[in-house]
């Protein structure tokens, strides 16, 4: 009995979905972008940052303030701090 219903709330899902995609392919949701339309952009094309400030070649600088190694020990099964 729960087994039926499972799939018969499957096949309604992939039922769904597929109506979907055959309505949006019919173009009866139309899409609401379209890549050729000419959409003034909100930030000039020459900016130069990314999520962070980038160098005028693209490369990000990075500075290492501290590093941290670990060894791992097969009799614990555990990786510990390495001591210098």
Known sequence: MKTARLKNTFLGIIAINL?????????IFPPKAYASENVPTVTPLNTNYGLVPLNENGNVNIE????????YSKEHNKWFPQRE
Request: with cysteine.
């Open 64 to 71: 290492i303030v501290q590093a941290h190694c670990y060894v």
């Open 19 to 27: 109506t979907l995609i055959t309505l949006i392919q019919l173009d």
